[in-house]
């Protein structure tokens, strides 16, 4: 069975912009398989894996996620980058994309979180690289970290934290649940107040 992904993706295997793609396309360099009924191109990933290099089963890629709460935090978010950049480096990975997030680990819809998933039975990367595991989620990360297995992708956590108990952990999410729900009530009074005014 083949595996087909879309430019974007390629783009980011390959490195190459995805206008330089739609060229090549045209020009017969590197032809797209087929056209999706809404004109997207889609490519065989055993053919781009073979431009690369690189097979499935041996490939070096790796992905990364990075994720903040709040617009104040965007330092924390490019310390995180250049985290797991740096730690990529040092492995000699080849780091194909960071995916990043502002929003809840609560949030189980933050659009860049779902992008990362959908890229893992895709792209079949290595791995993926966070700085700690409440990053890429508060809850559920057994499940997730499980989905990852299925694809051979081991979750990296660079900064893994040490003497975490149970009662540690459900006091974190207790509170970030709490911030998270009272951060919405407020948005949502503020905006009948805004709207009665």
């Given amino acids: 069975m083949h ?6 993706k390629v783009s980011i295997l390959l490195g190459i912009s995805i206008s330089s793609l739609r060229r090549w396309d045209d020009d017969g360099l ?13 490519y065989k990933l055993s053919t781009v894996l073979e431009i690369t290099g690189e097979v499935v089963a041996e ?3 790796v992905l990364g996620y990075a994720r903040v709460s709040g617009h104040k935090q965007k330092k924390d978010l490019l310390n995180q980058k250049k985290s797991i950049e740096n730690y990529a480096k040092s492995k000699a990975y080849n780091l194909t994309h960071i995916y990043t997030d502002i929003a809840s680990g609560l949030n189980d819809k933050r659009k860049n979180f779902l992008r990362l998933l959908f890229a893992i039975p895709q792209l079949r990367p290595k791995a993926v690289i966070i700085t700690y595991d409440d990053r890429l989620a508060r809850f559920g990360l057994e499940v997730i970290k499980l989905f990852f297995k299925i694809f051979s992708c081991e979750l990296i956590n660079i900064h893994q934290r040490k003497n975490r108990d149970l009662q540690t952990e459900l006091v974190e999410g207790v509170i970030a649940l709490i911030t998270s729900l009272a951060g919405k009530f407020h948005r949502q009074r503020r905006g009948k107040i805004f709207v009665q005014a």
Avoid: D, E, Q
């Fill in 30 to 42: 590197l032809p797209s398989s087929f056209r999706t009924i809404g004109g997207h191109r889609r």
């Fill in 59 to 61: 490939n070096n890629i």
């Fill in 3 to 8: 595996h087909y992904i879309s430019i974007g």
